[in-house]
């Protein structure tokens, strides 16, 4: 049974920065890609980040140059440090994982997800 547990969430002024950690088991963890979404209140769920099994990332573009994913296959462990966050970043954070080793942006394509962290960033 794969499980995706995310922590870091919390309360951060605009302009600073947070880190999100999912944690990930019971599959081979290298091997598949991971992404992050994201949902505000009242809007739909938006893709914001992913890394396939090589580590290649993809971002929204209202995250570039802000946002970074990274993974520690060791620690069965995707990262999203988060900097320079705005309110309009304010959102439910959702780790999620398909069942291939290649990314996409399309959350039907997640076949595991995560509880989701809170994030509220304030102006």
């Known amino acids: 049974q794969v499980r995706l547990v995310e922590s870091g969430g919390g309360l951060v002024q605009a302009g600073g920065s947070l880190r999100l950690s999912c944690a990930a088991s019971g599959r081979s963890f290298s091997i598949y890609a991971m992404g992050w979404f994201r949902q505000a209140p009242g809007k739909e769920r938006e893709f914001v980040a992913a890394?396939?099994?090589?580590?290649?990332?993809y971002y929204a573009d209202s995250v570039k140059g802000r946002f970074t994913i990274s993974r520690d296959n060791a620690k069965n462990t995707v990262y999203l440090q988060m900097n320079s966050l705005k309110s309009e970043d304010t959102a439910v954070y959702y780790c999620?994982?398909?069942?291939?080793?290649?990314?996409?942006?399309?959350?039907?394509?997640?076949?595991?997800w995560g509880q989701g962290t809170q994030v509220t960033v304030s102006s």
């Open positions: 890394i396939d099994w090589l580590s290649s990332t």
């Open positions: 999620a994982s398909p069942a291939r080793r290649y990314t996409t942006r399309d959350s039907r394509q997640y076949d595991y």
